[in-house]
């Protein structure tokens, strides 16, 4: 509401004078860009949401869009916003965002969060299925040519308590620990399969005979070895078994579902950093997350083998073997919950 009316003020003669017009085109950019943001947010989380700009007559009802109707309105908003920054140039002041961008800047930011939203409101398969994947391409294309860092400072500034709180690496922070449920797919020892076949009340860390539930894995991001003792030696860049010490910490609540519980966690430590030294450069949209957004349109619109070539980039690095159009691989990483390879 305060940026309908930040906006809305731009319309006075008077503001516009004191302003100029270099001045007022920036404002309008960038409002644009922020009711994208606030709309297509309120549309990814919400059932139901208001549509509130600087023409909103707040003194009659206002109605309630679904969460469609809601993410159609903000890309408008979004497209607005490209419009304006294309047609001119300016830079945004870093206060404004905690990071420094030109008009271009801004357009290709724009593109980029119409990419994200256009997927993220689907709710179901057919909904995903259904997504416009040719204008996500469009928009992943005209989008961020690198990571976009804001500087998170959790006492004094822009924060991000999730991306600290998920990262957290101190041992009473147990809500970190890696569900087997998603990250198990990586295993090739059979124990996170026989997890899956268990009573969710019997789920837990160890199987029934006391096997730890591991997950050993030719994938060099996880921790390397068939015993706790060997993957705490070798951990991998992205996840972490538990140190000695740990266990009780983590295993906690017993209450709230033992399934929850889990040998890994998290392998970096960018949470305590953030608490610790404060005012830090944290990824708000990456790169990694385009390239994902493209294979999946590549794969739906018909290409499977494009969308492999780029799964293929974070496969072979990671020492798995490449994977091809038909979803075949010589590790059978991810290994499906019936078993089959991924």
Not at 3 to 28: H, K, M, Q, S, W
Request: net charge negative; aromatic share 12%; proline share 6%.
């Amino acid at each position: 509401s305060a940026l309908a009316n930040g906006l809305g003020a731009l319309e006075d003669p008077e503001v516009a004078r004191a302003l100029g017009g270099e001045e007022i085109t920036r404002y309008r950019a960038f409002g644009k860009f922020v009711q994208g943001l606030s709309h297509a947010s309120v549309a990814a989380l919400y059932a139901r949401g208001f549509a509130l700009d600087e023409a909103t007559d707040l003194r009659e009802p206002q109605e309630l869009l679904d969460y469609s109707a809601l993410m159609n309105i903000a890309l408008e908003y979004f497209d607005e916003s490209i419009e304006i920054a294309l047609a001119s140039e300016f830079e945004i002041p870093s206060d404004w965002m905690q990071a420094e961008l030109t008009s271009t800047d801004l357009a290709r930011l724009s593109h980029s969060y119409k990419a994200r939203f256009r997927a993220q409101v689907a709710r179901t398969p057919g909904e995903r299925e259904s997504v416009n994947w040719d204008a996500v391409l469009a928009d992943v294309e005209a989008g961020i040519q690198a990571d976009h860092l804001t500087v998170m400072d959790w006492a004094t500034g822009w924060s991000n308590g999730f991306l600290g709180f998920a990262t957290f690496s101190f041992p009473w922070e147990s809500w970190t620990q890696l569900p087997y449920f998603m990250y198990g797919m990586a295993d090739q020892s059979g124990r996170v399969e026989e997890w899956r076949t268990l009573p969710l009340e019997e789920k837990s860390y160890n199987l029934p005979d006391g096997r730890p539930v591991l997950i050993i894995t030719p994938d060099l991001r996880f921790p390397q070895g068939s015993s706790v003792e060997e993957q705490r030696a070798q951990e991998g860049p992205y996840f972490r078994i538990l140190s000695v010490g740990e266990e009780g910490d983590n295993w906690r609540k017993p209450e709230r579902g033992s399934w929850r519980w889990s040998w890994y966690k998290p392998g970096f430590g960018r949470g305590a950093d953030y608490f610790a030294l404060g005012a830090l450069e944290q990824p708000e949209i990456t790169l990694a997350e385009m390239r994902l957004l493209e294979a999946e349109a590549l794969f739906r619109l018909g290409d499977p083998g494009g969308a492999a070539a780029l799964v293929n980039d974070t496969r072979t690095a990671a020492g798995l073997s490449p994977t091809d159009a038909a979803g075949t691989n010589a590790e059978c990483v991810p290994r499906l919950p019936d078993g089959s390879c991924g």
